[in-house]
């Protein structure tokens, strides 16, 4: 099935990139059930850390299948990024 080729040339398959989008949807949708059925707040860093960051993947990822980019597409998925470690350190606590 992918013999022969790089990584690079199976993640410039549209098909390949639709999964990648529609598995990055699931988990942003998993945030999105934490965001609103969290309990404590790093339940709610945690879920809406997960709804932006893979929310802005699965955007990217539709993006990129159809050829297309975005500007600032970097900006939701670094705030993600911070409130998921954001969560981590207020559950040390």
């Known amino acids: 099935m992918f013999s022969g080729q790089t990584f690079e040339q199976i993640l410039q398959k549209k098909s390949t990139r639709l999964v990648l989008a529609a598995m990055c949807l ?4 998993a945030g999105a059930h934490q965001l609103f059925t969290g309990t404590e707040q790093a339940d709610w860093l945690r879920g809406g850390g997960n709804l932006l960051l893979w929310g802005a993947f699965a955007v990217l990822n539709l993006l990129k299948a159809y050829g297309r980019a975005t ?10 990024l ?12």
């Open 26 to 29: 699931y988990l942003a949708l």
């Open 71 to 80: 500007k600032g597409i970097n900006i939701p998925i670094n705030i993600g």
């Open 82 to 93: 911070v409130l998921v470690v954001g969560s981590w350190i207020a559950k040390m606590e």
